[in-house]
């Protein structure tokens, strides 16, 4: 059934996919100035999602998943600490570099 396919999380992974790509391909074909945003957004989203469709290929991601869940709570303050450096550093080079070199962003 429909639900049944939809139990599975690389099922759902693999029909997203295969939207996005229409989307890309039809975003890419109207050649609009307006699809740029939408272009742009798709062309970084698809080959993301295509990465994480080769996570099948790996036998001991069931592993990994079990122990992030078990170690939640112990690593929700790291990874905010990491946030926040990843923030304030991209700052700190946004700040500091020369506006010049920002228009070619």
């Known amino acids: 059934t429909c639900i049944g396919f939809l139990w599975f999380p690389f ?7 295969v939207v996005l790509l229409v989307m890309r391909a039809i975003a890419f074909s109207l050649d609009d100035g307006g699809n740029a945003v939408i272009g742009n957004v798709l062309l970084a989203v698809v080959p993301i999602l295509r990465l994480l469709k080769a996570l099948r290929a790996f036998p001991n991601l069931k592993l990994v998943y079990h122990a992030l869940s078990r ?15 990843t923030v304030a550093f991209s700052t700190m080079i946004f700040l500091l570099e020369s506006r010049e070199n920002l228009e070619t962003m």
């Not at 099922?11 to 996919?17: E, G, H, T």
Request: charged share 15%.
């Open 71 to 85: 170690t939640r709570e112990a690593l929700t303050v790291p990874l905010f600490l990491l946030l926040v450096l």
């Open 11 to 17: 099922n759902v992974l693999d029909l997203a996919l």
